[in-house]
């Protein structure tokens, strides 16, 4: 089991993750498009997906230019194994290492996820019109785990 840059023909894996995922789930299945990924995995260090026995089991992608985290997600059948928080702390890791300062991102309330990022650090800062939650981190507030993940590029 490894983390890897993501790649091209990685999106459809990603995005049948995507959408078969329990929480913060599409209202609109046709809102997120294949296509919608290949911008973030054209870019450097801006998207990894966790992979074993060449599965795809998680993936995470940062919007760089907008410092937002675009997704991160595990596959609803791998979940509680780690995937996430190694995912998270690899792409945060990556972004403060490249020298940026803040990292932003959306959640819905009440779920998994906002405890997730709540544990990892993040800072509750507002909430978007639709009424997810509005989290940063910064830097000195990185809050990565104690195992180190592997990491292929």
């Known amino acids: 089991?490894?983390?890897?840059?993501?790649?091209?023909?990685?999106i459809p894996a990603m995005h049948r993750i995507r959408r078969t995922v329990k929480e913060n789930v599409?209202?609109?299945?046709?809102?997120?498009?294949?296509?919608?990924?290949?911008?973030?995995?054209?870019k450097d260090a801006a998207a990894w997906v966790y992979e074993e026995s060449d599965q795809i089991m998680g993936f995470a992608i940062l919007d760089i230019e907008a410092g937002e985290v675009w997704a991160l997600f595990v596959d609803p059948d791998f979940e509680g194994n780690g995937i996430g928080s190694q995912l998270h702390d690899t792409m945060?890791?990556?972004y403060f290492a490249?020298?940026?300062?803040?990292?932003?991102?959306?959640?819905?309330p009440g779920t998994?996820?906002?405890?997730?990022?709540r544990q990892k650090g993040w800072d509750q800062t507002g909430q978007k019109s639709n009424g997810e939650i509005i989290f940063k981190m910064q830097r000195k507030g990185l809050h990565l785990s104690s195992q180190t993940p592997s990491y292929e590029s």
């Open 1 to 10: 089991m490894f983390i890897r840059k993501a790649v091209i023909t990685d």
């Open 26 to 42: 599409l209202t609109n299945p046709l809102a997120v498009q294949e296509a919608d990924y290949i911008p973030f995995l054209t």
């Open 92 to 94: 945060v890791g990556a």
């Open 98 to 108: 490249s020298g940026q300062t803040e990292l932003i991102l959306g959640t819905e």
């Open 112 to 117: 998994r996820a906002e405890a997730f990022y």
